[in-house]
């Protein structure tokens, strides 16, 4: 079964999911990031 997703926050909400979205989202309220520059 194929999930319909309405707007794309809730696809990449779903991608990040689990305990670190709200860090991954904060960090990235600042700005574009590497995956790398995440963690420092």
């Known amino acids: ?3 319909k997703y ?3 926050v809730e696809a ?3 991608v ?3 305990k670190w ?3 991954i989202l904060c ?3 600042h700005g574009t990031k590497r ?3 995440l963690w420092l």
């Open 12 to 14: 990449t909400l779903e």
């Open 27 to 29: 960090h990235l309220t």
């Open 6 to 8: 309405n707007i794309s």
């Open 21 to 23: 979205k709200t860090v």
């Open 1 to 3: 079964m194929v999930k």
């Open 35 to 37: 995956t790398s520059e």
């Open 16 to 18: 990040i999911g689990g």
